[in-house]
Each structure stands twice: as structure tokens, then as C-alpha cells.
């Protein structure tokens, strides 16, 4: 028998173990909220109950998916754009003293202002188009993605650095062989978090201006106290932040091998 027929069941079993608990925590969720809601403890045009809101998601499933697949569109591309941006602004941040002096600054500042207050500027800038939903998840996503690849690329063993320069490696392939690879660990932990704030802020562009996407649905579900609506919007939004957060964290176990096992045996060595 092969070493890799013994490695599937021990990768089954170990995926079982580290997820049942969320799963466990998700259904007693559910089945609290079917408590509530079957001893009419709360007004179903309150908070409906879990039949109701899957009945929407099920009678209205094109409808609905046509505004899911949008929204999911724009976060996914507001993503990439403040990935590819933010890792930029981080390079020339920390090869660049004075850049980081003079950027810094400007960027916390940018990123303390409430982007619900500013995304009806974006709007009158840009249209009711796909533009300023993608603004907005850019302007949310970029802060993270900044910060964590500072801090990636300034965690590079300075020793390492030395025996580059010693060894007359240019900047370029000091880069690509030292400090990139020292700050992925970082930059992905930066990219959880910004994958989900960038479902918000295409919610947030939708719920100033839009005619489709889940924020408009949400907004419409809201208006006509259509609270089933309402929850399947809800669950839905919440559902594209889980799926991309689950690929982020997957595209991390593909590029980061050493660094997912060990974490891996590390929180279930202390279980």
C-alpha cells in the first residue's frame, strides 16, 4: 500500500476535526433560531423563521442569484484591484523611507473616514454603475492588505539580508528569494480579513445607488418589510464572505505548505 492511500483518511479525519465545532456552533444557531421563532416568542414579521427565509431563497432562487452573482462580481474584483495595489504600496513603502513617511499618514487617515459617508461622493462621481461598488470595496480591502505586507516585508531576518548582500545579490533577487517569501504568511492574513470587508464595502456601494446586487435587495426587502427577503439577502452576502475566505485560506495551504502544517499541529497539539 502506498503512503498517499494512508494520508486520505488521515486528511478526512483531520478535516472532520477541525471543522465540527463551527459546524455544531452553525447548527445550534439554526436551531435557535427556529426555537424562537416556532414559540412565536418574536412576530414573524420580525425575525421569520428558517422556513420561511430558505422557502424565499428556493421560490426566488434565479432572481436571486442573478444579484449574488453581481455583488460577488464586484467584491471579487475590488479585491484584486486592492490586492495588486496595496502589495505595491507596501513594496515602495519599505524600500522607500520618505514614501512611508509621506503615505502612511494619508492612508490611516483615509481609512478611519466611514466609507458609508463617502461612497455618495462615488456616486455622483462615477454613476449608479459597477464603479463605485467597486471603489468601495477597494477603499475597504486596501488598508489590510497594506499593513500586513508592511509588516511581512519588514519581519525579514536582518541576518538574511546581510548574507544577500554578502553573497552581492541584487535587490531584485533579494526580493523574490528572501523578502517576498517571509512576507506571504503575513500577506495572507491580510487578505482573510480584506476578502471579507470587500463583500461589505460592494454591499455599502449598493446600498447608496444600485439598481441590482444584494444591497439593492436588502435595500428593497427593507422598504417593503419583506423580512424573509430580507434574512435570504443577509444569508447569502454572508455566504459569498465564508466561500471567499475558504478559497483565500486554501490558495494559503497550496502556496504556504510549511506554514499551514505547522499552525495546524500547533492548535491541535494544545486541544
Avoid at 427556529?34 to 432562487?61: C, E, F, H, R
Avoid at 456616486?123 to 475597504?140: D, M, S
Avoid at 541584487?170 to 487578505?191: C, D, E, M, N, Q
Wanted: hydrophobic content about 55%; proline content about 6%.
Amino acid at each position: 500500500m502506498s503512503l498517499d492511500s494512508g494520508r486520505g483518511p488521515e486528511r478526512v479525519l483531520r478535516a472532520v476535526e477541525r471543522s465540527w465545532r463551527p459546524v455544531a456552533l452553525l447548527a445550534a444557531c439554526f436551531a435557535a433560531w427556529w426555537a424562537i421563532t416556532a414559540t412565536n416568542l418574536v412576530q414573524a414579521y420580525l425575525v421569520p423563521s428558517p422556513g420561511m427565509t430558505l422557502g424565499v431563497l428556493a421560490d426566488k432562487w434565479p432572481y436571486m442569484w442573478q444579484h449574488t452573482w453581481v455583488t460577488t462580481y464586484e467584491t471579487i474584483l475590488g479585491f484584486v484591484i486592492a490586492v495588486i495595489v496595496g502589495v505595491l504600496a507596501a513594496v515602495i513603502m519599505v524600500y522607500s523611507a520618505s514614501v512611508e513617511k509621506t503615505l502612511y499618514p494619508i492612508l490611516l487617515f483615509a481609512q478611519v473616514i466611514p466609507k458609508i459617508a463617502i461612497a455618495p461622493l462615488f456616486v455622483v462621481w462615477l454613476g449608479f454603475g459597477l464603479a463605485p461598488k467597486v471603489v468601495v470595496a477597494v477603499l475597504i480591502a486596501f488598508f489590510p492588505v497594506v499593513i500586513s505586507m508592511v509588516t511581512g516585508l519588514k519581519s525579514v531576518d536582518p541576518e538574511m539580508l546581510e548574507l544577500a548582500a554578502t553573497m552581492n545579490a541584487s535587490p531584485l533577487k533579494t526580493f523574490v528569494k528572501i523578502r517576498f517569501p517571509t512576507a506571504l504568511p503575513h500577506l495572507f492574513s491580510g487578505l482573510k480579513v480584506a476578502v471579507t470587508l470587500a463583500v461589505t464595502g460592494a454591499v455599502v456601494g449598493e446600498f447608496v445607488g444600485a439598481n441590482e446586487g444584494l444591497g439593492y435587495v436588502i435595500l428593497q426587502a427593507n422598504g417593503n418589510l419583506d423580512t424573509p427577503m430580507l434574512f435570504a439577502g443577509l444569508l447569502l452576502m454572508s455566504l459569498i464572505g465564508v466561500v471567499l475566505f475558504t478559497l483565500v485560506e486554501v490558495g494559503e495551504r497550496l502556496m504556504l505548505p510549511w506554514h499551514a502544517s505547522r499552525r495546524g499541529e500547533a492548535v491541535t497539539t494544545t486541544l
